[in-house]
């Protein structure tokens, strides 16, 4: 009797341990797909009686609709495999909100190695949650400001080089052309020694912002090359479509009407732009269309500035 009694006190310990941890023990029955205990900690954190949970599609309709399919057919693929798993998931709480859950299952074989039952416990991890979705924004914010200019909140150079292997590909493999136009401020340096730093960071702001208003094409991205100099990339555009939108942004520059008192432009701020049009191959790289380019603006600067020095550039 003795044995009974040390046996029926360890299952009341046993018991009593499993009911006072924050983990939510259960056991599920294989050949029914009913369970077999759920431990009353359940209550607590979802409001669902430990007596509601029936059977395993009492589980599964307690889960997120986004959740349910995929979480179902793992953990019943890994269950009929015999294979010990894990599932996170969105479970309903009876009021109709959801709690975060993961499921550690452990699968229970017989002596002829069949399946027999499940057990487990269910944790609430909603808190670890809330960190991960807070660290995947902040990884995103973060990712999102490595692309782009602290000063004019425009694409930096990093994203534009992103960019335009991107779209080189992209034009090699459907045969399109490429266009780029390059550009640079004229007598900026005059400009910052005249009116101070602090209104050559507004003066590059108000560039910027003008050249975003000169693109319509879903994929044209304007960046900021370096100091005053700003690059524009459009997919798909060839040498007249390039020279029309390159006209575009000065005439939206000479409508700004940016006074600039040094400079024989009408006394305004003015732009030089170099235009590059290419349709690519495996005969000119990304690099060596940007040089030449950029020898088109150094042209366009060397005679006389406030101009557009454009045509095609083959490979």
Same mark, same amino acid.
């Given at each position: ?15 009593? +341990? ?16 009913? /369970? ?8 607590? +954190? ?27 057919? /793992? ?16 479970? =309903? ?18 002596? !002829? ?21 807070? =660290? ?26 992103? @960019? ?5 590909? @992209? ?37 910027? !912002?003008?050249? @975003?208003?000169? +693109? ?13 100099? /700003? ?8 040498? @007249? ?22 400079? *024989? ?20 790289? *990304? ?11 150094? +042209? ?16």
């Amino acid at each position: 009797m003795s044995d009974v009694s040390d046996l029926s006190n360890d299952n009341a310990v046993y018991r009593t +341990l499993l009911e006072s941890t924050r983990a939510i023990p259960w056991k599920i029955d294989w050949a029914t797909k009913k /369970f077999a205990y759920i431990g009353p900690q359940i209550e607590a +954190l979802l409001g669902w009686s430990p007596q509601s949970w029936m059977t395993v599609e009492d589980w599964a309709m307690r889960m997120h609709p986004d959740d349910r399919e995929h979480v179902v057919n /793992f953990c019943v693929a890994q269950s009929q495999a015999g294979i010990d798993h894990e599932a996170d998931y969105r479970a =309903l709480t009876k009021d109709n909100g959801y709690v975060w859950i993961r499921d550690v299952v452990h699968v229970v074989r017989n002596a !002829q190695g069949e399946v027999e039952a499940l057990i487990g416990f269910m944790f609430d991890i909603s808190e670890r949650k809330k960190t991960e979705e807070k =660290l995947l924004a902040l990884q995103k914010e973060l990712e999102a400001l490595s692309f782009k200019d602290g000063l004019t909140n425009i694409a930096n150079r990093r994203r534009f080089d992103a @960019s335009l292997e991107l779209e080189w590909d @992209s034009a090699i493999r459907l045969r399109q052309p490429l266009s780029v136009l390059l550009f640079d401020i004229d007598f900026f340096k005059q400009y910052n020694d005249l009116y101070g730093h602090v209104q050559g960071d507004r003066c590059l702001v108000d560039i910027a !912002q003008t050249l @975003s208003l000169a +693109l319509d094409g879903p994929r044209d991205l304007v960046a900021r090359f370096g100091g005053e100099e /700003f690059i524009v990339l459009l997919p798909g555009a060839d040498a @007249s479509v390039a020279l029309k939108v390159a006209e575009r942004c000065q005439r939206l520059i000479q409508k700004q009407a940016i006074v600039h008192a040094h400079s *024989p432009h009408d006394q305004r701020v003015t732009v030089s732009v170099g235009v590059g049009t290419v349709i690519p191959d495996e005969h000119i790289k *990304p690099s060596q269309f940007l040089e030449l380019v950029d020898q088109r603006l150094y +042209l366009a600067k060397k005679n006389g500035k406030n101009r557009v020095e454009a045509g095609p550039v083959t490979g």
